[in-house]
C-alpha cells in the first residue's frame, strides 16, 4: 500500500502540505521526503511516525526535509528507539546533524519530563549515489525495490 502525503508544489498553500510518500509492505514502511505538512498527513492516514524506520531524500531543497526534525523528535516521544536510517545524496551527514543539533534542546528538555531517561534519537545516515538500489524482501511480504535514476 502506498499514500501519497498530499502531492503539491512548494508554494505555501492553505488546503494543501507538500509532497512525501509513504510506502507499506505489511510491518515495513518507509517514506520518500519529509515535507511541510508530513506529519500531519501521516496521523490524517492513521500512521504514527514511530512506525517508519526508514526515509529516503532526493535532493536538499528546504521543501523535501522541512518536516524532519519534527518528524525524528515526534518519533522518538511515541517510543520508537530503533535507529532511523536516512539515506539520501551527498551531504546528507552534514544536513541531517545541522537539523538535529537546531533540536538539541527540544530533545534534552524532553528527555528531562520522560522520566525513564531514554535515550536520544539514533539516526543512521546513508549517503548514496546514482545507480544505488534498496531491497527489502521479507517471504510473507514481498520484496520492495528502489532504484536511484539519474535526472
Known amino acids: 500500500m502506498s499514500h501519497f502525503l498530499a502531492p503539491e508544489p512548494p508554494n505555501p498553500n492553505p488546503k494543501r502540505a507538500g509532497s512525501s510518500y509513504l510506502f507499506r509492505a505489511r510491518d515495513f514502511c518507509f517514506m520518500i521526503d519529509c515535507r511541510p505538512g508530513t506529519l500531519l498527513r501521516l496521523t490524517q492516514a492513521k500512521v504514527s511516525a514511530a512506525e517508519i524506520d526508514t526515509l529516503f531524500f532526493t535532493h536538499f531543497h528546504l521543501d523535501h526535509y522541512a518536516d524532519f526534525g519534527q518528524f ?53 545516515t546513508i549517503e548514496i549515489e546514482e545507480g544505488f538500489v534498496f531491497e527489502y524482501k521479507r517471504s510473507d511480504c514481498g520484496a520492495v525495490r528502489c532504484v536511484l535514476l539519474p535526472d
Open 72 to 124: 525524528v523528535t515526534n518519533r522518538w516521544i511515541r517510543g520508537n528507539r530503533r535507529p532511523l536510517k536516512v539515506y539520501g545524496p551527498t551531504g546528507l551527514k552534514k544536513l541531517v546533524d545541522l537539523i538535529i543539533a537546531s533540536h538539541q534542546l527540544d530533545l534534552e528538555y524532553r528527555q528531562k519530563i520522560l522520566n525513564s531517561k531514554p535515550m536520544l534519537p539514533v539516526i543512521e
